[in-house]
Every structure is written in C-alpha cells, then in structure tokens.
C-alpha cells in the first residue's frame, strides 16, 4: 500500500509543477494539496509498520500428574501449585506415595489456571493446540525411572501429556515435568528443545 501512495505522490507532485508554472494564482491551494497527501501517506506508512502482539501466554498455577500402576493398583498423585505465580510465596507441592520398584505407571498430567473462579482447565488448550507444545520429563539425584510418550500431537511428533514411567531399583531424587511453547520438533529433549517454558515442576521421589 505504501508503494502506490508514493506513485500517487509523485504524480500530484508533477501535476502541481505544471499547473504552478501557468497560474500562479492558485500557489495556495496547490501547496495545501501536497501538503494532505504527504500527511495520508505518512499515516498509511505508519500503519503497516505497526507491529504484532506477542503471544501472551496463558497463566498457569497448577500440575497434577496422575501415576497408575499398568497392571492394577492405587494410582500415585503428585501436585505442584504455585497460586502467586511470580510472587514470594513458596510452590506447595506433594506427592501422595511412593513408587514400587519393577512397576510400569500410566501417567496423566494435568494443568490449570486455579487463579480463576471455577479453575481454568489449561490441559485442553494444550490439546487444541499440541503443534505449539510439548511436555518432558527430566529425572536427577539419581532417581531410577524411565519414561516414554503414550501420545503425539497432530504431525506426529511427541506431546506428553500421557506417558509410561517405569520404576527401577530402589533408589530417591527428583522427577521434573516441564511443558514448552513453539518447542522445535522432533527434538531429542530439553537441550534441542528451543521455545518458552509455561510451567517446570519439580517432584521429590522414591523408590522402595
């Protein structure tokens, strides 16, 4: 758009040349003229070079991840809410139970904007919109776990929000679930990743 203003300027411009060199007598009117059409096409500029929004990403306070033991049993439910956000007070988190060593967990995470009067179900914008997002699992302080994704987003690619966690030999540390936003996929995990993370919430586990 810009472009045919300025083709539009220039035209007015030598259509005043001529007309300024016979009659001299409408100088005024001619220059007030120009003068509006180099304001319109200062406004046209400036609109297109208004930028974008950023994304704004939605608040999350909560993480529930539900463990089922594959074979039967009672599920183990770990939470971490954070209702301040950024603020000073500390995350509350728990964990109902420990893992069996040997035994393969169906999980399920959940997250939610408790902030909100009922709580905002996060989990299915995360479904709605699976190619922007993806869930991983970290272990450290030598927890003995493995996991793998249960489902994938709309590509194929990894999402996260069910999985497999097999517990291993008798053993305590930490399990983190971090979710990502526009992470690169396929990736290899967190390090190759990329993107913002929405919410990382750290689990102190054991193994008996």
Same mark, same amino acid.
């Given at each position: 758009?810009?472009?045919?203003?300025?083709?539009?300027?220039?035209?007015?411009?030598?259509?005043?040349?001529?007309?300024?060199?016979?009659?001299?007598?409408?100088?005024?009117?001619?220059?007030?003229?120009?003068?509006?059409?180099?304001?319109?096409?200062?406004?046209?500029?400036?609109?297109? &070079?208004?930028? +974008?929004?950023?994304? %704004? /990403?939605? !608040?999350?306070?909560?993480?529930?991840? =539900?463990?089922?033991?594959?074979?039967?049993?009672?599920?183990?439910?770990?939470?971490?809410?954070?209702?301040?956000?950024?603020?000073?007070?500390?995350?509350?988190?728990?964990?109902?139970?420990?893992?069996?060593?040997?035994?393969?967990?169906?999980?399920?995470?959940?997250?939610?904007?408790?902030?909100?009067?009922?709580?905002? &179900?996060?989990? +299915?914008?995360?479904? %709605? /919109?699976? !190619?922007?997002?993806?869930?991983?699992? =970290?272990?450290?302080?030598?927890?003995?776990?493995?996991?793998?994704?249960?489902?994938?987003?709309?590509?194929?690619?990894?999402?996260?929000?069910?999985?497999?966690?097999?517990?291993?030999?008798?053993?305590?540390?930490?399990?983190?679930?971090?979710?990502?936003?526009?992470?690169?996929?396929?990736?290899?995990?967190?390090?190759?990743?990329?993107? +913002?993370?929405?919410?990382?919430?750290?689990?102190?586990?054991?193994?008996?």
């Amino acid at each position: 758009m810009q472009m045919i203003w300025v083709e539009i300027f220039q035209s007015i411009l030598k259509s005043i040349i001529n007309f300024l060199n016979k009659n001299k007598m409408k100088q005024i009117k001619f220059l007030s003229t120009v003068l509006l059409a180099g304001l319109l096409l200062t406004a046209c500029s400036k609109d297109n &070079d208004t930028p +974008e929004q950023a994304h %704004e /990403e939605e !608040l999350i306070t909560t993480l529930k991840v =539900t463990l089922t033991p594959s074979g039967g049993g009672t599920a183990i439910l770990m939470e971490y809410k954070d209702l301040d956000g950024e603020g000073s007070d500390t995350p509350v988190v728990s964990v109902s139970n420990n893992l069996a060593a040997g035994v393969t967990y169906d999980g399920v995470i959940e997250v939610s904007n408790e902030t909100e009067d009922p709580a905002e &179900d996060i989990t +299915e914008e995360v479904k %709605e /919109e699976n !190619l922007e997002h993806q869930f991983f699992y =970290t272990s450290g302080g030598g927890l003995d776990v493995t996991t793998s994704y249960s489902d994938s987003d709309d590509d194929g690619n990894d999402l996260g929000i069910e999985f497999t966690l097999t517990a291993g030999a008798a053993s305590s540390g930490t399990l983190t679930f971090t979710l990502r936003h526009e992470p690169t996929k396929p990736n290899t995990g967190l390090s190759d990743a990329g993107g +913002e993370t929405d919410i990382a919430a750290t689990f102190d586990v054991t193994i008996e």
